[in-house]
C-alpha cells in the first residue's frame, strides 16, 4: 500500500507534465482554459500528495502508536 500511493503519485505527476507540455507546445499566448489545465494538473497533483500523507501518516499511526 506504502508502495502503491507512491507509485500513483509518480503517475499523476507525468500525466501533469505530459498536459504541460502540450499546452505548452501548442503555444504560449495566454487562454483562459490553457491555465485552467493546468491548474487542474497541479491540483491532481496535490490531491495525490495528501492521499500520500495519509496513508503513510495511517501505516505510521497503526505500527508506532
Do not use: P, T, Y
Amino acid at each position: 500500500m506504502l508502495i502503491g500511493v507512491l507509485l500513483l503519485m509518480l503517475i499523476v505527476e507525468l500525466l501533469n507534465s505530459a498536459i504541460e507540455a502540450a499546452v505548452d507546445r501548442h503555444g504560449e499566448e495566454q487562454h483562459e482554459l490553457s491555465g485552467r489545465a493546468k491548474d487542474l494538473g497541479s491540483a491532481a497533483v496535490f490531491v495525490v500528495l495528501v492521499l500520500v500523507g495519509v496513508v503513510w501518516g495511517a501505516v505510521a499511526w497503526q505500527r508506532f502508536l
